[in-house]
């Protein structure tokens, strides 16, 4: 049993596990993959957390591109190392007879198809849900993409930013100068987390009807989703919030201010108790809880420039522990603006256990747990793998012999 699942049990007083920590929700469940990048092997290795068996099929070679984006994680790309543990690596080249063929072969025992090549890229090799139903009509096929399968926006290249960008997401997000893209893949990781809520529901609705069912996911329409509160916010004509960097659009204070050591604080209030409160314990001016400038929300927000001057003069004389302990005992909510180093060496997960290590083609190399804590099992964590690190096995699963196995190699197929 992993740490992290122990400790779950242990402080919630459930020492002995409810079932076998060997069994989780989708061990049951083969997923074959056509996918690069981030959207679909981020969706792909959610199922593999939760003990799906997932054949990720890559070019032979070079495989997945993402592997190419930099050397940072002990030589490897930072963006694969993230959303490919826990798979296997089967290399073929589609566009060769007898590694498509192979590929048929794997979706005759498959629970799930997921694909994100280029647009019609799946359908003109045969693999289009209409083309696999009816011979497979237990196969659930999911289709993520930019835009979706259908629309003017189809065929239209869509990489993250420029979903970011579609969606409005820059529109509201940056200074008042200048709009600022999200600093992680925020349209890939939406529409992938769409697509694995997505093919959990489908596998429960196969349950009922005993059917599969096509998925379609795009990558607009995923971020349009997160993109609900500014849309209604700026309904029927209205404003937009307006771009604020990191602080509230419409709530002050509530964003990062700098200490005098250097270091920043964020901060947000949320009503007007917690207002007298910060006046009055954090920045030790009770009087200020009545200034006419501030005494509501709207006119916090309509004098944020000589708020934060107040603010700043204050937390100057301060250490940012110092402002945080304030902070702390006024019951303000509150947080250190941390690095990416802060993160991995964050208290609060290491006391949780959600950090461990998996096995690489680099030797082993810390991951983070899939947030959940489960006291019934535990998530899969196996290694990250080398580009068709598992051919061989697969073909030989399938049948093939030795010799037929190197003959599809010479042929470059596998």
């Known amino acids: 049993m992993g740490a992290g699942g122990e400790k779950f049990r242990r402080d919630r007083g459930l020492m002995e596990p409810m079932k076998s920590t060997m069994t989780r929700p989708l061990d049951h469940i083969t997923v074959v993959s056509l996918e690069h990048a981030i959207a679909a092997p981020f969706c792909t290795r959610q199922l593999a957390d939760l003990g799906a ?3 990720k099929v890559e070019r032979p070679g070079g495989g997945d591109f993402a592997r190419d ?24 080249d589609l566009k060769q007879p007898e590694a498509l063929a192979v590929l048929r072969e794997l979706l005759a025992s498959a629970d799930v198809l997921v694909q994100n090549l280029a647009p019609g890229a799946a359908a003109r090799m045969g693999l289009s849900y209409d ?7 237990r196969l659930i096929v999911c289709d993520i993409s930019g835009y979706g399968s259908d629309g003017p926006y189809r065929d239209k290249k869509a990489y993250d930013l420029l979903i970011q960008s579609e969606a409005g997401y820059l529109s509201v997000t940056g200074t008042p100068e200048e709009p600022c893209k999200s600093g992680n893949s925020i349209a890939d990781i939406a529409a992938g987390m769409y697509a694995y809520t997505s093919v959990l529901a489908a596998l429960m609705q196969r349950d009922k009807t005993g059917q599969g069912s096509r998925i379609d996911v795009s990558m607009l329409e995923s971020l349009g989703e997160w993109m609900g509160f500014p849309m209604y916010y700026a309904y029927g004509g209205a404003e937009p919030p307006p771009r604020s960097a990191a602080s509230h659009a419409t709530i002050y204070p509530y964003g990062p201010f ?23 314990m954090v920045l030790l001016q009770p009087a200020l ?11 916090r927000n309509e004098h944020r420039g000589e708020l934060r001057e107040l603010i700043l003069s204050v937390f100057g004389t301060l250490t940012a522990a110092q402002v945080i302990a304030r902070l702390d005992e006024a019951r303000i909510a509150n947080a250190r603006m941390n690095t990416m180093a802060g993160v991995w060496e964050h208290p609060q997960l290491q006391a949780r256990g959600r950090l461990q290590q998996v096995q690489s083609p680099q030797g082993p190399i810390a991951a983070l747990l899939p947030p959940g804590a489960h006291s019934s099992f535990d998530y899969r964590m ?25 003959a ?4 470059g197929a596998i």
């Open 53 to 55: 068996r997932v054949i």
């Open 258 to 280: 700098l200490a005098g050591d250097g270091g920043t604080v964020m901060l947000g209030l949320q009503n007007e108790r917690e207002w007298k409160l910060f006046c009055d």
């Open 69 to 92: 984006y930099d050397e940072r994680a002990q030589g490897m790309a930072s963006h694969f190392v993230w959303v490919n543990r826990s798979k296997e690596s089967l290399a073929l």
């Open 289 to 299: 809880a009545a200034d006419p400038r501030f005494d509501s929300s709207a006119r």
């Open 382 to 406: 196996d290694p990250i793998p080398g580009v068709g690190e598992h051919t061989d096995a697969i073909l030989r699963a399938l049948g093939r012999s030795d010799e037929q196995v190197a």
């Open 131 to 137: 083309a696999l139903c009816a011979q497979y009509p």
């Open 408 to 411: 599809l190699r010479a042929k």
